[in-house]
């Protein structure tokens, strides 16, 4: 198997990009809010759970054999995920204390503690976590990079101590997040528990890259099933309310990614066109970076400039907000990502 897999970056591209749309969502009885699809977007978070625990599987699983490997590995992760997560939570912390005068004074007004309360947790890794409370982040959906840096710590504390029983290691750990899961009746765990939701899709992930490592497939025939029958479980899901039935997400993503790995069928190649590829490329600054651009676009052309309501407006406003936060996660990631990347490689390498 490839050590990149191109149209499962493509992937992540897109499904990037429908989290903006779900977090589009100051007009909850808009027509492009308000729809199965959109709504239950958020599952979209595990495919990226999954998909990192399949890629971090297929280069790390027998590369952590001593406690330096393990300080390299973790090390490597800090430097991929901290100088986004650190400029992301500034900027927004910024925009708020600017108070009434800020074009983000929707953001929230609850002042200095909670706003330093707020960057605490995420910028020690704790947002998915009690640790310091169950604080709801200004940058909302950082919690879940908390909950990729307990997945990485966890993987490799198994991987280093227990290399004979990783696997059965790893099914005990998806057992038991699913049976806490089950206990606490709600499957969506975030600012408080969303590491348990993490760590049971990273796991899952685990076994995808098992599976694939040990047999190969030819699935074309199956991508455009797979997308319809996708579908058909997020629209079945809210139109029964069936909460605690998300748990089966995360197996449809990794059977979505035993699909498009073993591909090269008709959505394989747009995936892995030059556009989705640099969709998936940004993937991770589109995600950091799109909630302070949705509340910049509302406020501009909804208080700012006063424009009606409209499902016209709204819809431009959706537009503008994926175009714009597109634009500026290239920026970001060139600047932040790569620049600073580099940077604390050289000092921590």
């Not at 175009?323 to 620049?339: A, D, P, Q, W």
Request: hydrophobic share 50%; glycine share 6%.
């Amino acid at each position: 198997m490839k050590e990149r897999v191109e149209q499962l970056d493509g992937l992540r591209g897109v499904f990037s990009i429908l989290v903006i749309a779900h977090h589009h969502n100051a007009f909850k009885s808009s027509v492009f809010y308000n729809n199965f699809f959109v709504i239950h977007s958020s599952l979209f978070v595990d495919f990226f759970f999954v998909l990192s625990g399949f890629v971090i599987a297929m280069n790390y699983i027998g590369r952590i054999r001593t406690s330096g490997d393990f300080v390299t590995f973790i090390k490597k992760r800090f430097i991929r995920l901290y100088p986004l997560l650190f400029y992301t939570e500034i900027i927004f912390i910024l925009a708020n204390l600017a108070g009434e005068e800020s074009s983000m004074k929707n953001a929230g007004s609850l002042g200095i503690e909670y706003y330093l309360s707020t960057a605490l947790d995420t910028l020690t890794f704790m947002g998915s976590t009690p640790v310091f409370g169950s604080w709801m982040s200004i940058n909302y959906p950082a919690w879940s990079i908390s909950a990729e840096m307990v997945s990485y710590f966890v993987f490799g504390i198994v991987i280093l101590l227990l290399p004979r029983f990783k696997y059965l290691f790893f099914g005990m750990i998806t057992a038991v997040s699913a049976l806490f899961i089950l206990s606490r009746g709600e499957y969506l765990l975030a600012y408080d528990y969303g590491f348990v939701r993490g760590l049971l899709c990273f796991c899952i992930g685990i076994y995808t890259h098992l599976l694939l490592s040990k047999r190969r497939f030819r699935l074309a025939a199956l991508e455009i099933p797979f997308l319809a029958f996708l579908v058909a479980a997020m629209y079945f899901t809210h139109h029964w309310n069936l909460n605690l039935w998300k748990l089966a997400f995360p197996l449809i993503f990794s059977i979505g990614i035993i699909i498009f790995a073993s591909s090269d069928g008709m959505v394989s190649e747009l995936l892995s066109s030059k556009p989705f590829q640099y969709l998936g490329k940004i993937s991770y600054s589109i995600y950091l970076n799109h909630a302070i651009v949705l509340i910049f676009v509302n406020v501009v052309l909804f208080r700012i400039l006063k424009s009606p309501a409209t499902e016209p407006m709204i819809g431009i406003s959706l537009l503008a907000s994926i175009l714009l936060t597109v634009t500026y996660s290239h920026f970001t990631y060139e600047f932040i990502e790569k620049r600073v990347g580099r940077f604390l490689k050289s000092k921590l390498e």
